[in-house]
């Protein structure tokens, strides 16, 4: 959807490039600029129909990124509820099994260490 919505906004470029043009030109005449200055010419280089491409293909992408971010999140704490369980069905020696729950609990906590070092360093810069 918003592959095509970026497509027609594409499309309708050079009329907003036009548009720009004009409001620009009024802006210099607001302000009293001097007549050899030439504000079309400095819009005509620039290229808005390469600057709006890049930035709503990164937009794009952003978007995308962050779906399928979303995704996995969501998947993870779906399952985390089910996660011990899980790992209790799987090994059958108790040895074994304890010592897979110490090693999860390990990584949990060392998850929520680096978790929260990486926040107070984030919040000091």
Same mark, same amino acid.
């Given at each position: 959807?918003?592959?095509?919505? +970026?497509?027609?906004?594409?499309? $309708? ?13 009024? #802006?210099?005449?607001? +302000? ?19 600057? %709006?491409?890049?930035? $709503? ?11 399928? #971010?979303?995704?996995?999140? $969501? +998947?993870?704490?779906?399952?985390? @509820? ?6 209790? %069905? ?6 074994? @099994? ?17 978790? %929260? ?5 984030? +919040?000091?810069?």
């Amino acid at each position: 959807m918003l592959n095509a919505n +970026f497509q027609e906004i594409i499309l $309708l470029l050079p009329s907003y490039q036009e548009k720009i043009q004009i409001i620009f030109e009024k #802006i210099l005449q607001y +302000f009293h600029f001097s007549k050899h200055f030439d504000g079309s010419e400095v819009i005509s280089q620039l290229d808005i129909n390469q600057i %709006l491409t890049s930035t $709503l293909s990164s937009i794009t992408a952003i978007f995308s990124q962050t779906g399928l #971010i979303s995704v996995y999140v $969501l +998947f993870i704490l779906w399952e985390y @509820r089910y996660f011990s369980d899980k790992i209790q %069905l799987m090994i059958n020696d108790e040895a074994q @099994r304890y010592h897979a729950i110490i090693t999860i609990d390990k990584i949990k906590s060392d998850i929520k260490s680096y978790f %929260l070092i990486k926040t107070i360093v984030s +919040f000091v810069t």
